[in-house]
């Protein structure tokens, strides 16, 4: 009787010991990192003239470039990029609406980038005409409203304005320099456009040339 309690207290600890590798395996399996969704990747939109923007970013694995891969765009428009040596893409695009654009690589390994197209109602302030000397008249003013990225300001009135346009700086300020012979002054005008083509008021100054 008792001999038989000894064998079986004896055989019970190798099974004991068995049982708790094999969990501890397991659970080791379970926490280990996988490389499927290690790699990155951001987007970036750059607004053009005319309804395009451009769209770039950098495509990564545990930081380091990846190169020569696929990137997918989905959303408002759909289309495909490859990366560089540096695992940056690049690609201009013609944009149907307004909406959300996504970016993820084509292996499904990249998280999903995301970059939301907007657009706005332009409006100027602050249009002035100023005297430089020597013929020379200063045109500026102010864009609110709107994304400075791909607006421009149209000029008109005058005729040394006709037919001239200026970009909008990224702080939403604009500046033109004309020259204006004497007699050829007037009102001047100022219209600003934005990327997606929306238009402000027309704004006016009174140029004494």
């Known amino acids: 009787m008792f001999g038989l309690l000894t064998r079986s207290s004896r055989s019970r600890k190798p099974l004991a010991r068995r049982t ?3 969990g501890l395996e397991r659970l080791e399996d379970r926490l280990s990192p996988s490389s499927a969704g290690s790699e990155s990747i951001y987007l970036n939109v750059t607004y053009l003239p ?4 451009t769209f770039s970013g950098q495509l990564t694995d545990k930081s380091v470039p990846v190169p020569n891969a696929t990137i997918n765009l989905t959303g408002v428009v759909k289309a495909s990029a490859t990366t560089d040596s540096q695992g940056n893409f690049r690609i201009t695009l013609s944009i149907p609406q307004l909406g959300t654009e996504n970016a993820a690589s084509a292996d499904g390994l990249s998280n999903t980038a995301l970059a939301t197209l907007q657009g706005g109602s332009p409006s100027i302030s602050n249009f ?3 005297a430089e000397g020597g013929g020379v008249w200063l045109f500026s003013g102010t864009v609110t409203g709107a994304p400075t990225q791909g607006e421009v300001v149209n000029f008109g009135g005058i005729i040394p304005l006709q037919g001239e346009s200026i970009p909008v700086k ?3 300020t604009f500046s033109f320099y004309a020259t204006v012979p004497s007699g050829d002054g007037g009102w001047a005008t100022a219209q600003a456009v934005d990327w997606w083509g929306d238009t402000s008021q ?3 100054a009174y140029c004494a040339a």
């Open 20 to 22: 708790t590798t094999l």
């Open 50 to 53: 005319g309804k395009q923007a």
């Open 128 to 130: 002035t005409a100023v």
């Open 170 to 172: 990224s702080d939403g």
């Open 202 to 204: 027309i704004a006016s």
